[in-house]
């Protein structure tokens, strides 16, 4: 008798899609996943829904509207484990800078017709809904983080993802920090590994694409920021970005709003 393949979910929030397009994009990886999985529910590749309960489910996307904070729960009562991909999925994403106003000015500035549209006042991750298994960063994530990441919670271990910053890839592909050199501003120290250190081995500085790192001191960042002749304004902005309601981001871009 063959035993039975796990069942794989992928779900999507609001989103732009691109953290499941990452998972297309794992090409040989893919198949190999593909083969000791079934895969019940992926709207981008398949239009073919399987029912539950899932073994693993991936979701994509923040918490924008009621349907939205509704769903959640029905598909994480679904699933044995539930892993969010994204900056959208763990700290709100670029929508969540909606956040920091008032929502229904942006609502009748861009639609002519205001009371068609139903929204939260606030764009949230995931885990301010329900519990989540483990939170892979990115915007978009780094695919063979996720492939790690399927592996380990098929095989019934903890997933192996780096917890370091782009500093350390910096150092370790020998790309000259951008920062101490040319005096340019680098979100690296702050921010997660992921992107392989991609903006600094062009001479720029990191954006913050995969968020914060664990044990973040933004506040000597933003010093030093400040020696480089960065303005509040443009400190504020600078931790508004793809991960702007993540909690050391927001807390840090709070501090220097006016």
């Known amino acids: 008798m063959a035993l039975r393949k796990p069942k794989l979910a992928v779900w999507k929030f609001s989103s732009c899609d ?22 019940a529910n992926f709207p981008e590749a398949s239009r073919a829904v399987v029912k539950g309960p899932y073994d693993l489910s991936l979701v994509e996307g923040s918490i ?24 959208c999925a763990t700290a709100g994403g670029i929508q969540a800078l909606r956040n920091f106003k008032d929502v229904k000015e942006f609502i009748s ?17 995931i885990t301010d809904h329900v519990f989540v298994d483990f939170e892979l960063r990115g915007c978009p994530i780094n695919k063979y983080q996720l492939v790690e990441v399927l592996s380990a919670f098929l095989n019934g271990r903890k997933p192996n993802t780096p917890p370091h910053s782009v500093c350390v890839e910096c150092k370790l592909r020998g790309t000259v920090c951008v920062m101490v ?14 992107c392989g250190a991609l903006c600094p081995a062009y001479a720029r500085g990191c954006y913050g694409c995969f968020g914060p ?16 002749g960065v303005s509040e304004r443009d400190l504020m902005r600078a931790f508004r970005g793809f991960n702007a309601y993540a909690e050391p981001f927001r807390r840090e871009s709070e501090a220097h709003e006016k």
């Open 18 to 39: 691109g953290c499941q397009l990452s998972l297309l994009d794992c090409e040989d990886e893919l198949l190999a996943v593909a083969g000791a999985v079934e895969i």
């Open 64 to 87: 924008t509207t009621p349907h939205d904070a509704e769903r959640i729960h029905g598909i994480r009562r679904a699933s044995k484990f539930l892993v969010t991909i994204g900056a």
């Open 109 to 125: 500035i861009v639609y002519a017709r205001p009371d068609y549209i139903e929204t939260l006042k606030k764009s949230t991750p």
């Open 181 to 194: 050199a040319q005096g340019t501003p680098c979100l690296g120290p702050v921010t997660q590994v992921g």
């Open 213 to 228: 790192k664990e044990t973040t001191n933004t506040a000597s960042l933003s010093a030093w920021w400040s020696g480089l």
